[in-house]
Each structure stands twice: as structure tokens, then as C-alpha cells.
């Protein structure tokens, strides 16, 4: 499977602080892959070097076949970005501003523009200055879905949006994924986004990619919250070693076990009899805690 | 004006650096002059001879304002009649980014949210401007008064100083309430400045000649200011001008504050263009787009400065007819056309480096757009670094071509001799260039420090006006693009300064090019 960015043990200091610390990232051809991790990763760090607006200290990156740094505008005409943090020129128009970069870009289709304006309602007649933040992110984003590009990278692209706008990006990024032929990075905090939109998705930590795969890959490596009412004392279970934070009163016992571990776990509750069982299932938000928080085990 | 106070304790901390220097900068200068005056004049004698020459030269006039004493005091107040300018720059300057500057960057939403009165952070500027003007002014006082000269002179002239700040933050003030943003705000306040200047130089010279236009140099407050003649008359009648023209503004400025909300100007915003017209499709269409407001304004106002000093330059030949010793004097160094030469070749020269504000100015719009993101978002499509910058650099060199041509055909023309006026004027853009490839340079190699453009401009003005009469050593004063230039009119042509200049500021600007194509963006 080819694949439309592949990086690998990518380096880049500012002075004395490292931003990106070997970080591994491949993004399949035709996927939309999801790049989570805490403020200050070095997200926005990788999504430049990327773009080739940042040089790399080490390690290889490569975008859609070519050097991103070398080969920098013939690559820019095959993708569209929109930035995190969006300003625009106060005396330009959010329309004029969808204009000219889908032009710089090669083009742009205007009957999608004139449908994106409208799924988003956007006014496309107000100056720069005059958006509010969330409509200064619509403006990023029409100008980048109207672009006939083969790869999007989105760098937390519904920040600021409502809820119903947030809606309407997700139709539109899954009409893109029917599509199949476009490859989606999108860099994001909002889970339930992810969840529904990523195929494959890659978690960053202080400059290092703490884990990549499948959402169904990385359940597994979450662990299902387990409560049940008991008709005998349990035995064994504290004994598991994929068993943690296990609490036992008056016949209930309430434990988080590591997917590896369930079988094991189920057996010795039903060996004791179950009255009632409530399970949690493992879920991205966990997942994502796990990672985030400052604990030894997932950083350095 | 609830916690204006500790707004103001804000200001002094966030400008520790700067403010000091500007007040101990300008307010050291007079004494400067003193020294130089007292080192540079043998007997009484010279100092009056250099005295009555000087005051009929209409170059000297234009630049630094009328002489009507032969004093040392008097020639130090004159010498340095180009340091209000410089105040009130300071000035305007210092209340703009700290009302409108922060207005832009959302600073003041997050302050006014605080306990803080509506009138505190306009009240806290110009607390600090006019505070700091008023040290500048104690720090001249003192000075002139402990180098033994009269303590009435060295008090007005310490009056003059602390006044032009305080007019020039007033007009800061209004100008902030004005526009939609922090650069609307500095355009408005820095074209009042130089029309107040202007209307000043018109005035003078008029005054030397047949003194039609006098009264121009009424109209403006610089004009006031060297009214008060410090050591000579010590007029302090031009005093009460200056304070109620400040009361007058800073109280517009404080009632426009309250007619308008955070974040606009007085003109409402209106609806654009929904989609872009057919050219908008390249970094050149999108640089016009940015660009055009200021090259319209700049040769705008160089035109303007083309009339006055081609109007006025029939003053200047009627001076020269008029005074039989001035004539004389000017018929040993180049015949008898030699004052009005001298004249417009002295106008050339500040043409000159105010073009290479424009210059500086253009370019390092360069770095505004990389620090609010906008190069980010161009650099990401099909737009090279090179095709980014030149898009820049196109109108950091142009500009100033168009201007400095405007000033130079009306001045001409209203003279009516337009090749040798215009060819002075157009001889300057080498020069101008050298100084825009600096900007470049220091946006490619040094991008944080890019502002640092602006302390070469300064440093090539302080050569120009200071340089020779603090003897400076040849080779600072060779340092300044501006002294290659032939003095044209009246001296030969030679090219090679020129295309020497021309290369240098090739070198420095492909420099910096070079540099920007390597470096990270955005730093």
C-alpha cells in the first residue's frame, strides 16, 4: 500500500527545545487518518515540516512521493491545508480569500465553493477582520474542500465551530471518504470526531508518536470497566495480572481489566456466581487520558 | 480612569528599553550640539559669519527651520530644529501601540474585562508619553543649564521639547479613535506629522524670499515650536497654543473613544465582494491589493512635497538675487545659481531618506504577514518563497521610485525646469534601495530583529543631519548610502556611485532572499 506521508524518526529543535523527538508517522494513500496529542506535541511542528515551511534537524519525511522541502510548491499544488490558527487579510473578503488560495492552489471548483459556502453558511462578502473566529476557520475550510486535491491536511480545523457546523464538516469529510481517491490528516481533540471519521490514527506525546493503528487496535489496548454483584466472595481475581483498581464491598466488586485479561477475569466471577454485571467498554477518551496524562509509562 | 495607574506601571515596564532611549537620546542631543559649536568655532567671529550664512540658506532653512541670532545657543536650538520631528514621532508612536497596537491583538478586551475604568488605558499612553516627554524636556533643561548657558533659554527650549511630545501624542491619541486598526492609526498620525512639518518648511522659506506663504508656518504646531526662539526672543507666548491644541485633543480623543465600540473605527465596515475579481490570482494581485494604499498615500504626499518645495523654490532665486553676500559666497563654491542648486539639492537628499521609510516600510510588511500567518497560508499552496518575497520587494522598490518621481516632476515643473530637479530626486533611489535590501536582509537573516530596519534608517538621518557638524569620521559618514550620492543639481554626474550603491543593495537584498529561503517560516 502506497503511502501519502511517511515519516520517519523526524527530529526538529527550537534552540533548546526539542519539538519532535524521533516521531514516526505513515499515513495511507486514500485514508483519514487521525493525528491526536496534548497541546504542544508538535502537532503544528510536524503538519510544517510537512508543508515544507520548517527544515527537519533529522530523520526523513516524505509527502506524496517527494521531499517536502525540496520539492515544496510542486507538492503544494497536489494538497490543501488549513491552519489552526486562521487570520486573514483585513481588506480582502472571505470570498476573495477562497478565491485566491484556491487559485494559487491550481484552481478550485466553484460550483463545490458555492455549495460549501452554503452548507456552511458562510457570508462570503465580509472583510477579514470582521469574522469571528469560527467563521475565519469556514473561510480556511472552503477554500481547502473546494480545492481538486489528493491529500487535505486539516490542523484542528473544527476549532471554533458550532455544533451543527461541526455536523456539516463531518458530512463533508465522509462524502470526501465515499470518495476514496483523497487522504485526510486531520490533527484534532474532538474525540467523538475521530471516532467517526478516522480510519487509522497515530497519538503523539512531547514530540514522539506514543501509539498508531486502527481505532479497534488501540481498544485493545484499553481496558473494559467491570462492576458485578456477587452471591460468593471472589477468589483469584486480585491475583490476575491484567486485573487494576480492584474494589470489593458486601459482594460487589468493581475492577478495569486489560483487554488480554477479560476471558480470565469473566471465569473466576462466574465460578462465584454472578447476581448482575455492568461493563464499561474501552473508550477513545480512556485511551486518550492514558496518554495524555503525565504518567512514566507512555513518555519519557 | 480606574487602574490607570497600574496600566501606566505597565507601559514603563513593557518599554523599559526603548522609551530611555529615545527621551536620553533626543534630550542629550542639544547638549551635543554645544560641545560641537564650542569645539567646531575658533572666535566669535566665525561663529557669527557661520551664523548670518546659514540663515540665508534655504537648504539649511528648509531643514532645520529660521535663525534669527548668532548666539551659540541659538545656533544649537536651530542646528537640532529637526528634533521635534523626532519627539513627536516618539510620540505618536508610543500612543498608538499602546491603545490601538493592543486593541488589534485582542490585549485590550482581556484588560477592559478587568477593573479598569473606560478611559484608563488612553489615560495610561498618554500619562506615559507626555511624562516621558517631560523628562526629555528636564533632561535638556538641566543639561543646557550645567553647560553654563542662560537658565530662561535652557528652560524654554526644554519646554519645547516636552510640548511637541505632548501635542504629537494628543494628535496620537485622536488618530487611534480614527481608523479601523493600529496601522490606519499610525498612517493618519505620521501624515499629520509630516504635514506639520511641511507646512513649517513652506512658511520659512517663503519668509526668506518674499514671505507670501509665510503664514503656512503658523499653521503648524513644529512652526510654533521654533517660534519661541529658546535663548533668543524666549517667546512663551507660542507656549499657550501648544497646551490648549493638546487639551483640545486628547479630550477628542478621549470623547471619540466613547462614540465607538472595541475593535472598530469611527467608518463602519462595509460588505465586499463575494467573490474575487478574474486577477486576483497571483502573490503580485494579492501584494498590489496590500501595497496600493500605501503607494498611493506616499506618492500622495511626495507630490504634495514636490509643490511646496518647487513653489518655494522662487524664493530661494529671489534670495539669491536679493543678497549680495550670500550670492557672493555661493559664486566661490559654483556660480551664481549655485544657492538654488544647493537648495534643491539639499531637498533631494531628505526626499531621499523619507522615500526610504516608504522603503523599509514596504518590506518589512514582509514579516507582518509572516507573523499574523498569512505567509503561511500563501506558502502552502503553489507560491515559492522567492515568488513570496520579490511580491514584496516589487513594491518595497517601486514604490519608492513613484514617489520619489512625483516629487520630483512637480517640483520641477512648478520651478519650471523640471530635468535637473527631477534627476536630484530620481539620483536618491539608489540609495533608497540600499537601505530596503538591508530590511530584506535582516528579514532572511535575522527575522526577529527585522524592526532593527528602521535603526538603519535613523542611523543614515542622524549622519545626514548630525554627521557634519560633530565631525564625525569619514568613514561613518561613508557608512550612510546617502552620502554616495552625487549632489545633484549643481555638481557633476557620475554613474558609478550609483550603480556601485545599486549592486550593494542587490547584494544585500539576494542576501537575504537567499536566506529566507532556508530558514523556517514562521519564526
Known amino acids: 500500500m502506497t503511502e501519502a506521508v511517511d515519516v520517519d524518526g523526524l527530529i526538529k529543535r527550537f534552540g533548546a527545545v526539542t519539538a519532535l523527538d524521533e516521531l514516526d508517522l505513515h499515513v495511507r494513500t486514500g485514508e483519514v487518518h487521525g493525528f491526536l496529542g496534548p497541546n504542544g506535541a508538535g502537532k503544528t511542528t510536524t503538519i ?22 525540496a520539492d515544496a510548491t510542486a507538492l503544494h499544488r497536489r494538497l490543501a491545508y488549513v491552519p489552526g490558527d486562521v487570520t486573514f487579510w483585513p481588506n480582502l473578503t472571505g470570498g476573495e480569500v477562497i478565491d485566491l488560495l484556491g487559485r494559487l492552489r491550481g484552481g478550485l471548483d466553484p460550483k463545490r465553493r458555492n455549495d460549501l459556502i452554503e452548507r456552511f453558511e458562510l457570508d462570503p462578502r465580509k472583510k477579514g477582520r470582521a469574522y469571528s473566529k469560527g467563521n475565519r476557520q469556514k473561510v480556511a475550510l472552503v477554500a481547502a474542500l473546494a480545492s481538486d486535491v489528493e491529500l487535505l491536511i486539516l490542523d484542528e480545523p473544527t476549532s471554533g465551530l458550532d455544533p451543527l457546523m461541526e455536523e456539516v464538516f463531518r458530512e463533508v469529510i465522509l462524502q470526501e471518504k465515499r470518495r476514496g481517491d483523497r487522504t485526510v490528516l486531520l490533527s484534532s481533540h474532538i474525540l467523538s470526531e475521530v471516532e467517526a471519521l478516522c480510519d487509522r490514527l497515530t497519538i503523539i506525546r512531547a514530540g514522539r508518536a506514543v501509539e498508531t493503528g486502527t481505532l479497534d487496535d488501540l481498544r485493545h489496548l484499553t481496558r473494559t470497566t467491570i462492576r458485578a454483584e456477587l452471591t460468593s466472595p471472589v477468589n483469584g481475581l486480585a491475583a490476575l495480572s491484567g486485573v487494576h483498581d480492584l474494589s470489593t464491598e458486601d459482594g460487589r466488586v468493581a475492577f478495569d481489566v486489560d483487554a488480554d485479561a477479560l476471558e480470565p477475569a469473566l471465569k473466576s466471577l462466574v465460578a462465584a456466581g454472578v447476581r448482575s454485571l455492568v461493563s464499561q467498554p474501552p473508550s477513545l477518551e480512556e485511551l486518550f487520558l492514558r496518554h495524555y496524562a503525565t504518567d512514566e509509562r507512555s513518555g519519557r | 480612569m480606574t487602574g490607570a495607574g497600574r496600566l501606566l506601571r505597565l507601559i514603563l515596564r513593557r518599554d523599559r528599553i526603548t522609551m530611555p532611549l529615545w527621551v536620553f537620546g533626543l534630550g542629550l542631543l542639544p547638549y551635543l550640539y ?169 512658511g520659512d522659506i517663503s519668509a526668506l524670499g518674499d514671505g507670501r506663504l509665510e503664514w503656512l508656518s503658523w499653521l503648524s504646531p513644529i512652526g510654533w515650536m521654533h517660534r519661541v526662539f529658546p535663548f533668543g526672543a524666549n517667546d512663551w507666548l507660542f507656549v499657550a497654543p501648544a497646551v490648549v491644541l493638546t487639551l483640545v485633543t486628547v479630550a477628542a480623543a478621549a470623547y471619540l473613544s466613547t462614540r465607538r465600540d472595541l475593535g472598530t473605527g469611527l467608518l463602519a465596515a462595509r460588505l465586499g465582494p463575494a467573490t474575487a475579481s478574474p486577477g486576483l490570482r497571483s502573490p503580485v494581485a494579492l501584494a498590489w491589493r496590500l501595497h496600493r494604499g500605501l503607494l498611493f498615500g506616499w506618492t500622495a504626499g511626495f507630490a504634495a512635497l514636490g509643490l511646496v518645495f518647487g513653489g518655494v523654490g522662487s524664493s530661494v532665486v529671489q534670495l539669491a538675487e536679493d543678497s549680495a553676500g550670500v550670492n557672493e559666497m555661493f559664486s566661490r563654491i559654483g556660480g551664481g545659481d549655485a544657492i538654488v542648486d544647493a537648495y534643491f539639492a539639499t531637498v533631494a537628499g531628505m526626499c531621499g531618506l523619507i522615500a526610504a521609510c516608504y522603503a523599509v516600510q514596504a518590506a518589512l510588511r514582509m514579516r507582518d504577514e509572516e507573523q499574523s500567518g498569512h505567509a503561511e497560508a500563501m506558502l502552502s499552496t503553489d507560491v515559492s518563497r522567492f515568488a513570496w518575497a520579490g511580491s514584496h520587494l516589487l513594491f518595497a522598490l517601486l514604490g519608492p521610485a513613484a514617489a520619489l518621481l512625483a516629487e520630483g516632476v512637480l517640483a520641477g515643473v512648478v520651478h519650471g525646469d523640471p530635468g535637473p530637479v527631477l534627476g536630484a530626486s530620481m539620483a536618491q533611489l539608489p540609495a533608497v534601495w540600499v537601505l530596503a535590501g538591508a530590511a530584506m536582509l535582516l528579514i532572511g537573516v535575522a527575522p526577529k530583529l527585522a524592526s532593527a530596519a528602521w535603526g538603519v534608517v535613523a542611523g543614515a538621518l542622524l549622519i545626514l543631519l548630525v554627521g557634519p557638524l560633530l565631525e564625525l569620521d569619514r568613514w561613518v559618514m561613508d557608512l550612510s548610502p546617502f552620502t554616495h550620492v552625487p549632489h545633484l543639481p549643481g555638481a557633476d554626474f557620475t554613474p558609478v556611485p550609483l550603480l556601485i550603491l545599486t549592486l550593494i543593495a542587490a547584494a544585500l537584498g539576494g542576501a537575504g532572499l537567499l536566506a529566507l529561503r532556508r530558514r523556517d517560516v514562521p519564526i
Open chain 1, 48 to 69: 510544517r515540516v510537512l508543508l515544507g515551511l520548517m527544515r527537519p534537524d533529522g530523520g526523513t519525511a516524505r509527502l506524496l512521493g517527494g521531499d517536502p522541502w
Open chain 2, 34 to 202: 554645544l560641545s560641537a559649536f564650542d569645539t567646531l568655532f575658533a572666535t566669535d567671529q566665525e561663529r557669527t559669519d557661520y551664523a548670518r550664512i546659514s540663515a540665508e540658506n534655504a537648504g539649511f532653512v528648509a531643514l532645520y527651520g529660521p535663525l534669527h541670532g548668532d548666539s551659540t545657543g541659538e545656533l544649537v536650538v536651530w542646528r537640532g530644529g529637526f528634533v521635534p520631528v523626532m519627539i513627536g514621532l516618539f510620540a505618536l508612536l508610543t500612543v498608538v501601540r499602546h491603545t490601538r497596537a493592543d486593541e488589534d491583538a485582542g490585549r485590550t478586551e482581556l484588560i477592559r474585562a478587568t477593573v479598569v475604568g473606560r478611559h484608563a488605558q488612553l489615560g495610561a499612553a498618554l500619562l506615559a508619553t507626555g511624562l516621558a516627554s517631560l523628562v526629555m524636556g528636564a533632561v535638556v533643561a538641566a543639561t543646557m543649564i550645567g553647560a553654563g548657558q542662560p537658565a530662561s533659554g535652557s528652560v524654554a527650549l526644554g519646554a519645547v521639547f516636552a510640548l511637541t511630545g505632548w501635542i504629537f501624542a494628543g494628535v496620537g491619541a485622536v488618530a487611534a479613535q480614527l481608523s479601523g486598526g493600529a496601522r490606519g492609526a499610525r498612517t493618519i498620525a505620521v501624515l499629520t506629522l509630516g504635514v506639520a512639518y511641511v507646512l513649517r518648511l513652506g
